[in-house]
């Protein structure tokens, strides 16, 4: 019984210690009288608490206010430097690792270039560059390992926890990765794994365009097409955490060959070199007759500086998609491309909307954000018209906020979210 109640008292003492910690983390600086207010704690809660995460060098003074007629309130906020947090984007064409202080200001980065597929053909490789990227940038920031609260890894695929943690590459034909436990004979940092898409949602939601909502869809468009579901402020996994998958629904019966194995898939339509690949077969037979806007001079254009394109090879492929979008102010075919490739998007959004009933629709990656700066209202007009009536009305449909290269901030989120949590355990 004595034990029952110890070990109840440590956790409450913990479930305080997070708490503080989490408002003081997204709201701060604050002062301890506001952080009572904000928590429902007693003065005497607070007090001990800060006191402790001051002592353990989590929360540090942040200046002072004045208060109505007494001594001035000290401002208290995370410390910074009261740890470090990596983020690893695995995707489709590179390594990105990326160090962070507790503000999650980036301290230093490491990136080296992928095959598309890599890791679920041949995952050994990747494994190699991961440890390689953990090593680097711990040394380029001058940090200390100790003092790396953990590492959050981003990976393309479904990412089934469990026991042990496996990712599955539909795209790729290879199924039960055990990432995890090949990261294990190179490191000893704590790891938190899962999909880059999910992971990218939840620091939209925390730091981007997601704030202040409770249920959005983060909808991720690159090379691959992805979707971070959030319900009631979490993130909507499923039974088996493969949820999310919007790029492979079906926007076509027996439409394109989608790289799933599957016909008529979204991302068949909407992904970057989907795109690319209707630009070019409809600019070559426009231009063999020697006519059309842009005709083969066009189409070559864009396949030189997509060279490797039909890859999905990352620098290459990015250019090509950014020629098509900026092509299309004065190019018919490409005009084309964009128009059609924003109503086939706006019917993959208005299922979103359909089926989840957010308040809001973010829409990023690389080339979603190229594709909504340049065509954002074609693609709400074509969402009205396949969404019903009363649920669009009540969605916004925007852009996200951290740029087109967040999954390594969104993966530092991870061992984050584990950190305040547990009231800063290491």
């Not at 019984?1 to 913990?14: A, K, S, Y």
């Not at 997070?18 to 604050?30: D, N």
């Not at 599957?262 to 006519?291: F, I, P, S, T």
Request: hydrophobic share 40%; charged share 20%; net charge negative.
């Amino acid at each position: 019984m004595g034990q029952m109640n110890r070990r109840t008292v440590r956790d409450l003492r913990r479930g305080n210690r997070s708490t503080l910690l989490r408002q003081l983390y997204f709201r701060g600086p604050v002062s301890r009288q506001e952080l009572g207010v904000l928590t429902g704690l007693s003065s005497g809660s607070v007090s001990n608490v800060v006191g402790e995460l001051l002592a353990d060098e989590l929360v540090e003074e942040a200046g002072s206010v004045d208060s109505d007629g007494g001594r001035p309130r000290t401002l208290l906020r995370v410390a910074p430097g009261g740890g470090h947090l990596i983020g690893v984007d695995v995707g489709e064409t590179h390594v990105r690792v990326e160090l962070f202080d507790l503000s999650l200001t980036e301290l230093a980065r490491w990136e080296h270039p992928l095959t598309p597929g890599g890791l679920e053909r041949d995952p050994e490789p990747v494994v190699g560059h991961i440890l390689t990227g953990l090593d680097a940038v711990v040394d380029k920031s001058g940090a200390s390992p100790g003092t790396v609260i953990g590492v959050g890894v981003g990976v393309p695929g479904l990412v089934e926890q469990g026991d042990e943690i496996l990712v599955h590459g539909p795209t790729a034909g290879r199924d039960a990765v055990p990432l995890e436990r090949l990261l294990r004979t190179g490191t000893d940092l704590p790891l938190f794994i899962d999909n880059g898409a999910t992971a990218q949602g939840q620091a939209e939601m925390w730091f981007g365009a997601g704030r202040g909502a409770d249920n959005a869809v983060i909808a991720l468009i690159g090379s691959g097409v992805g979707a971070a579901i959030v319900t009631a402020g979490v993130p909507y996994r499923g039974a088996t955490s493969s949820a999310g998958e919007w790029g492979h629904t079906v926007v076509q019966v027996g439409g394109r060959a989608c790289r799933c194995g599957a016909v008529g898939c979204l991302e068949a339509y909407v992904g970057a070199q989907a795109v690319l690949d209707r630009y070019g077969h409809g600019a070559r037979e426009a231009g063999a007759g020697g006519a059309g806007d842009g005709g083969k001079d066009g189409a070559d254009g864009v396949a030189e500086s997509g060279a490797g394109g039909v890859d999905g090879a990352g620098e290459d492929q990015q250019a090509a998609f950014a020629a098509i979008v900026g092509a299309a102010g004065s190019e018919a075919r490409a005009r084309e491309v964009l128009e059609e490739t924003a109503a086939y998007l706006g019917a993959g959004i208005a299922d979103l909307i359909n089926l989840f009933n957010p308040e809001r629709i973010i829409l990023g990656g690389w080339a979603g954000l190229l594709l909504g700066g340049r065509v954002l209202p074609t693609i709400r007009a074509a969402t009205a018209s396949y969404a019903l009536r009363r649920p669009y009305a009540q969605t916004e449909i925007g852009l996200a906020e951290l740029g087109p290269d967040a999954v390594a901030l969104g993966a530092a989120t991870l061992p984050l979210a584990h950190f305040l949590a547990t009231g800063g355990a290491r």
